[in-house]
């Protein structure tokens, strides 16, 4: 089964610091999910990586896709106190159809940032 | 964007008790919906898929008839906890797929 590793586990930061997530798989990824929580609360979409090389941006937040698709960073510019959260990193199970919406997490990456 | 809505979100009941979780879509169709199950700093574990019209898909370990999934309709799938125990206790979450991954707001049931 396709497992994802993420690192770092947690992450301390002071205010207006850079700072990158990893997401690593076991398997080629048929596409990669970024989301954030808030303990207890639901996911907030963050970005859908799908292509080898591919790169998206949404304010300070990047994400990118390796050219093999078995590795995905998150990579924050100017960190912000409204970024602390849990960040994960998701990947569909199958290749297509409605299935394609079974996702596998990684562990999370816990980060605050101190202002 | 589409929205996956989740009712309730938080519940407390006592141990022995059934529970019922309403995961919706609410501006489209979803004939598969996915329930997940997260506890206390944890990442989210897949339990089971929902199929419209038809039984539940359940993932290793998951008990059956422990956690039933009804999908009665297109917009709506719930989840039964049924005689609740403490080790219950945890954050249940849903989502639905139209072209990405939708997911509701989450449960917290806490089982005293």
């Known amino acids: 089964s396709q497992e994802l590793e993420q690192s770092p586990q947690s992450l301390i930061v002071q205010e207006g610091k850079n700072l990158t997530i990893n997401c690593t798989s076991s398997k080629t990824l048929y596409g990669l999910y970024w989301y954030k929580q808030k303990y207890g609360e639901g996911l907030i979409f963050l970005m859908m990586?799908?292509?080898?090389?591919e790169e998206k941006s949404h304010e300070k937040i990047t994400a990118k896709l390796d050219e093999k698709k078995q590795q995905s960073s998150l990579h924050i510019t100017a960190s912000q106190p409204s970024h602390a959260g849990i960040y994960l990193c998701g990947a569909p199970t199958n290749a297509g159809g409605t299935s394609y919406g079974k996702l596998t997490f990684g562990q999370g990456t816990i980060l605050t940032v101190h202002p | 964007g589409a929205v996956v809505s989740q009712h309730p979100s938080w519940v407390i009941c006592k141990s022995g008790t059934s529970v019922k979780i309403e995961c919706r879509s609410l501006?489209?169709?979803?004939?598969?919906m996915f329930w997940y199950r997260q506890f206390p700093k944890q990442s989210l574990m897949l339990m089971a898929t929902?199929?419209?019209?038809?039984?539940?898909?359940?993932e290793q370990g998951v008990e059956k008839d422990k956690f039933l999934i009804n999908h009665a309709s297109l917009t709506l799938s719930t989840l039964t906890v049924t005689s609740a125990h403490p080790e219950d206790s945890s954050f249940y979450i849903c989502?639905?797929?139209?072209?990405?991954?939708?997911f509701g707001q989450g449960t917290r049931l806490t089982v005293v």
């Open positions: 501006d489209f169709q979803a004939t598969t």
């Open positions: 929902s199929n419209e019209g038809s039984k539940a898909t359940y």
């Open positions: 990586l799908q292509k080898g090389g």
């Open positions: 989502s639905a797929w139209r072209l990405e991954a939708f």
